[in-house]
């Protein structure tokens, strides 16, 4: 694996322990945040952030496999 892979994957496994710790935080408070994106509010919730982190999760797979 080339360096810019390996700084990508450091990176996305930053992000995954970072989504890991909101949507934990979130569920336990039973919260649901509102979040300004340009001109409207999106809600997010525990279920965004598992999302985000099964994505991040395939793109580190993909990064760490052979070319």
Do not use: C, H
């Amino acid at each position: 694996m080339d360096e810019s892979k390996r700084r990508a994957v450091k990176f996305l496994e930053k992000e995954i322990k970072t989504y890991a710790a909101l949507s934990l935080f979130l569920s336990n408070k039973g919260m649901k945040q509102q979040v300004r994106v340009g001109t409207s509010t999106v809600l997010l919730s525990p279920l965004f952030y598992r999302e985000r982190m099964e994505e991040a999760k395939k793109l580190v797979s993909d990064l760490k496999r052979p070319d």
